[in-house]
Structure formats: C-alpha cells, structure tokens
C-alpha cells in the first residue's frame, strides 16, 4: 500500500507518525527531549510543519512492529467503546489485553463486533482514514422486512441532516439480514442510513475490518494477530 499522503500542515507529532518514526506519544517524547528539529530548530510540541520544511531526528530508533501488540476482539453489546459514563464500562475495563493497549476506532453501545486493539499509536490514521478506503463490513437484522430496491439506495447514498451517506456495498440474505460494506466511518452511520429507508436496527454486528474477521470469536474474546494474520494486517495499512 502507498504510504498515506501527509496532510500539510500538520503538528509535528502527528507528521511523525504518519511518516512511521514513531507512534504519536512517542513523538512526543522525542520532541520533549530534544531529539527532532525542524530546519535545524528544536521542534515544540505546538509546531506545524509544512511540505517545504526539514525534520531531521537524533539519536531514535524508528519503532519496529516487532514491539507492539495487535488484537482482534469482540466488543459485546453494551459495552462503551471510550470514555463510559456513570455506570457504564468501556472496553478497557473488561477487556483481557496488557497495559497500553487501546481499541482503533469505535462501535456505539448498541452494536456489537470486531475492533481492533493495540498499543501502536501509528495504526489509527492508517486504518479509519476514509481517504484510504479501508473496508468494514456489518451484518445488521432489520426489524422490518426488507423490501426490494433499498440496497440500491443505500449503494447510491442516503441524505441525513444535509450529509450524504453511502454504503460501497449492500448484500440481502433474506427477508430481515442484509450484510453492509463502508469505507467511510461516519457517527451511526448504518443506524442512519437504514432510517432514512424507514427501517429499523434490530441488530449491527461488525464482522470484518480489511481482511481480518471475526471468525469464532464470542463477546469479550480477543485474538492476537499472529503469523500471516498479523503481516497481512500490517502490509494492507503500510506498515
């Protein structure tokens, strides 16, 4: 995969990540110890730099994959992706993984499926960058029946509060199951789509990301990504 092009300008932790020096904490240490500059000036921690700009680094290691973790894991239904509320519990509290590892991008409370954990803060604008066109795949139950023509709709793209929302793929199982592929990561995006069709989500389950699946995993269950699995995953967001 080409390397993701650099949005310019941009902070200068998040250019080094996106260049695969380091993931974003850890540019942030570099720069807090005085190992990157920008045109020959020490960087700060609130630079921008520009395409015209020189970064140079002393004295750092570019981060290997070899150090890092990476997991498929199926977040249950009513678990809270981040940041829970009152009463409620986010993937870090229930999950089995080690300390540092974090969940790339998120599934709402009501949905349920595969997200993938790591501790690789370069894996986050690699995997949901819309741009890159990365697929995720769902298998929804719809409460109504579905009737003919609405997975053409939805493959040409459904208006809700003056946004475009469009699925690149849509495939019905039968009267309530139909299978949706997004490569844009838009907030209830299915949940959206699907009420514009004036159906109801029953259920929504992720059941891929790129080319890794859920497979036989049960609610709370993780599995590392090892052996081809791992270089597969790695290779497809170029790292």
């Keep these: 995969m080409e390397q993701e092009p650099i949005p310019f300008p941009v902070r200068i932790n998040r250019y080094l990540a996106l260049r695969g020096y380091a ?20 960087a700060e ?14 004295g750092a290691a570019m981060p290997s994959s070899d150090d890092f973790f990476y997991f498929a894991y199926y977040k249950p239904r009513g678990i809270i992706t981040h940041s829970p509320q009152a009463r409620e519990k986010s993937i870090g509290d229930v999950a089995c993984v080690p300390d540092g590892v974090f969940p790339v991008g998120r ?11 790591t501790d690789d803060g370069r894996v986050t604008d690699r995997l949901l960058n819309p741009r890159l066109g990365h697929e995720k795949e769902y298998e929804v139950t719809i409460q109504e029946r579905i009737v003919p023509g609405v997975a053409a709709r939805m493959r040409e793209g459904i ?17 309530h199951v139909m299978n949706i592929i ?50 597969n995953f790695l290779r497809d967001i170029g790292l």
Excluded: C, F, W, Y
């Excluded at 540019?27 to 000036?41: D, F, H, P, S």
């Excluded at 599934?107 to 954990?117: T, Y």
């Excluded at 208006?159 to 009267?175: I, M, N, Q, S, Y």
């Design 159 to 175: 208006t809700d509060r003056g946004e475009l929302l469009r699925a690149k793929d849509v495939k019905v199982h039968g009267p």
């Design 107 to 117: 599934l709402d409370k009501e949905s349920e499926g595969l997200i993938i954990l």
């Design 45 to 58: 921690l609130a630079d921008r730099v520009g395409a015209e700009d020189r970064v140079e680094i002393t």
């Design 182 to 231: 997004l490569t844009e990561g838009k907030k209830h995006q299915i949940r959206r789509m699907l009420g514009g069709a004036r159906l109801t989500v029953q259920a929504l389950k992720r059941v891929r990301i790129m080319d890794v699946h859920l497979g036989n995993l049960k609610p709370g269950q993780t599995r590392a990504l090892r052996g081809a699995a791992r270089e």
């Design 23 to 42: 993931t974003r904490r850890g540019a942030e240490e570099l720069i807090l110890r005085g190992a990157v500059t920008i045109n020959g000036r020490k």
